[in-house]
């Protein structure tokens, strides 16, 4: 075939790395780019090519023996055709079994290749996958915070598939294309000289166009990945948003979000596509032209008596396999760099700094003090301070209250208690050692979480319940359930604790799923329980059986409680009044009604 069977002029030039301006052949020098900063930067990709690279080696050497059986079959009709021309007898026995054998061993080696080839996709691009699934779950969780999670489901998917993509025809296209050209360029120089260095002075023209054709195409590929994203992002607020979209009337709304986005897509890939078939047409115009020029030249060796007949159809066999290798070295570069920005978005998330902790799973013996924050300085963008100088200090069985305006920190201090940012300067001691000290994990479960924002997985009541403690029986669950005032409801379901809740917990109202929430705090039993505003937009009966909830939790446990009602704070041993990031005053409320400051202002304005 003069146009390899794997070109797909819509799927390939795709997604060529757009990196800095590049001289000279384009399609190569952003391969070696890549390679280069594999080199200077450890690159999961390569190390996992390299480690299964017997695979791909296996299915080198089939491919470099299925040529050479290629080229002796040639030679083998080559010579019967001249000895045949020659007036001699030809006796179909004597070359037919070394034809037959050569056709089964051809077909033996073809198929043990693919087997090689299949087996080094399979094991790179799966062992790549699981790195970057298990990179997730050691992420900072600013990192997750801050990136657009339909970008994070898109490098799963759509950029993982890539990879698999670049293994099992990409890489191994490029290899084989090149030992074919070294074998075939090799017989034919064994053929005739001069027919060699006729090849090697007309096909460097298609490099020259290939690298063309990567510059023209370079400001659009790299914007694909970045529209994909935007899609899929407002396909996911679509989906997770539905009520709300449909409650003020938002439908035109994000029908035109999405219309736009899918114009700016469509464009892009009409573009792309133009190109793409163009090149089809360029490559087999180049394929062709050079082709021709040799086949003629070859006519004319025959003629001067320099080239044998059966040369001749020897030649022009191996021609049609060399031109497709030789124009398809280039080609095949271009269509690998589609894999390159892939792979560079998701060694971005390998490169991902990891949560840091310590080795200590116990805090020190003969403390009091659970939480003891001094002098802390925390902000998210690095530059603006969300905590100035903040101190607090909560002893064994205290239940404290935090109060204050909006954006006054409080929440800030949750994040860094369960240790999901570090502070940027001050100490934060758990338990008398210093959060850096702690393993994370062992340091978490010291806390149980009961937010505002209940976060409920698309599973059964029951398995929501149990991620609060995974050992736990069904009769510990049930009995959590009942110590949340939740246990009625459940029972009423269809399914009873079996019942799915739908995504976030869609099928259940905010009161119900702020009981689960507590049960699965009850159930995994942590010395801290953190309150973060866990009867806010609740009604009065709903919040009378949270707060009998909130009792049996309470009992016998460390509280920390976020509350912008105060008067479920009232009994709190001590309040703290945040604002500005720093602790303003602190105190019983008794106390701080009579001292008139900031924490009586806002009594008074609730």
């Given at each position: 075939?003069?146009?390899?069977s ?8 795709s ?6 301006t ?11 780019s ?5 080199k ?9 090519m ?11 050497v089939?491919?470099c ?6 080229v ?12 045949m ?7 179909l ?27 080094y ?7 790549y996958r ?5 990179k ?20 799963l ?34 053929l ?7 090849i090697?002075?007309?096909y ?10 990567v510059?023209?195409i ?5 914007t ?44 892009n ?6 190109i ?22 070859a006519?004319?060796?025959v ?22 290798a030789?124009?398809?070295i ?8 589609v894999?390159?920005?892939s792979?560079?978005r998701?060694e ?5 700094p990891?949560e ?33 100088g903040l ?7 205290e ?6 305006e ?7 201090i ?9 502070a940027g ?10 959060i850096?000290?702690?393993?994370l994990?062992?340091a ?9 924002d ?63 929430s507590?049960?699965r ?19 009065v009966?709903?919040?009378e ?11 016998g ?14 009994n ?10 720093k ?7 008794e106390?701080?009604?009579?001292a ?11």
């Amino acid at each position: 075939m003069l146009l390899s069977s794997n070109f797909n002029p819509a799927a390939n030039f795709s997604y060529i790395v757009n990196d800095r301006t590049q001289r000279g052949c384009e399609n190569f020098h952003s391969l070696f780019s890549l390679y280069r900063k594999m080199k200077k930067r450890k690159s999961y990709f390569l190390k996992y090519m390299i480690t299964y690279s017997y695979f791909l080696l296996g299915g080198i050497v089939c491919a470099c023996l299925l040529h050479f059986a290629i080229v002796w079959g040639n030679s083998v009709i080559s010579s019967v055709i001249d000895d045949m021309l020659a007036g001699q007898e030809i006796i179909l026995m004597d070359f037919l079994p070394r034809f037959i054998l050569l056709m089964l061993a051809g077909f033996a080696l073809a198929f043990i290749k693919q087997l090689f080839l299949g087996a080094y996709c399979v094991r790179v691009s799966g062992t790549y996958r699981k790195c970057v699934v298990e990179k997730l779950y050691r992420t900072e969780y600013a990192y997750l915070k801050s990136e657009n999670s339909a970008t994070v489901i898109n490098k799963l998917n759509a950029d993982i598939a890539e990879t698999e993509n670049l293994l099992s025809t990409g890489i191994p296209q490029i290899i084989m294309d090149v030992a074919a050209l070294i074998i075939y360029s090799a017989y034919v120089g064994s053929l005739n000289v001069s027919l060699l260095l006729l090849i090697f002075a007309t096909y460097p023209l298609v490099f020259w166009i290939a690298g063309k054709m990567v510059k023209k195409i370079r400001a659009l590929t790299g914007t694909y990945r970045v529209k994909s994203d935007v899609m899929t992002g407002i396909a996911q607020d679509v989906l997770s948003g539905i009520l709300v979209l449909r409650s003020f009337g938002l439908e035109e709304h994000f029908q035109g979000k999405m219309h736009r986005a899918a114009v700016d897509l469509v464009d892009n890939e009409e573009q792309r596509t133009r190109i793409s078939n163009n090149a089809m047409l360029v490559r087999k115009m180049i394929q062709w032209m050079p082709t021709i020029i040799c086949a003629v030249y070859a006519v004319v060796l025959v003629g001067n008596g320099a080239l044998s007949i059966g040369g001749l159809l020897a030649f022009v066999v191996t021609l049609g396999r060399l031109a497709e290798a030789f124009v398809g070295i280039p080609f095949d570069f271009v269509e690998t760099s589609v894999s390159l920005v892939s792979i560079r978005r998701i060694e971005e998330i390998l490169h991902m700094p990891d949560e840091v902790g310590g080795t200590q799973t116990e805090g020190r013996a003969g403390t009091d003090v659970v939480i003891s924050l001094q002098d802390i300085c925390f902000g998210y963008s690095g530059e603006t301070f969300v905590l100035n100088g903040l101190n607090l200090c909560v002893r064994a069985g205290e239940h404290i209250a935090l109060v204050g305006e909006s954006g006054g920190g409080k929440s800030t201090i949750f994040h860094l208690l369960c240790a999901f940012y570090r502070a940027g300067s001050g100490s934060y001691q758990l338990y008398g050692r210093e959060i850096a000290e702690w393993d994370l994990q062992a340091a978490r479960a010291r806390f149980a979480l009961v937010s505002q924002d209940v976060f409920l997985f698309p599973t059964t009541v029951e398995e929501n319940i149990a991620y609060g403690n995974r050992d736990a029986s069904h009769k510990e669950i049930v009995e959590a359930c009942k110590k949340a005032q939740i246990h009625d409801f459940i029972m009423t379901l269809p399914q009873g604790y079996q019942t799915l809740v739908g995504e976030r917990g869609a099928m259940l109202s905010g009161g119900q799923k702020q009981r689960i929430s507590i049960a699965r705090a009850i159930l995994k039993n942590a010395p801290v329980l953190l309150l973060d505003e866990p009867t806010s937009a609740i009604d009065v009966e709903t919040e009378e059986l949270i707060q009998n909830a909130l009792a049996h939790v309470m009992k016998g446990r460390t509280c920390i409680t976020i509350a912008h009602r105060l008067s479920t704070v009232r009994n709190a041993d001590c309040i703290y009044v945040v604002s500005d990031g720093k602790i303003a005053e602190c105190g019983t409320h008794e106390s701080l009604l009579a001292a008139n400051g900031v924490y009586a202002k806002l009594y008074e304005q609730s």
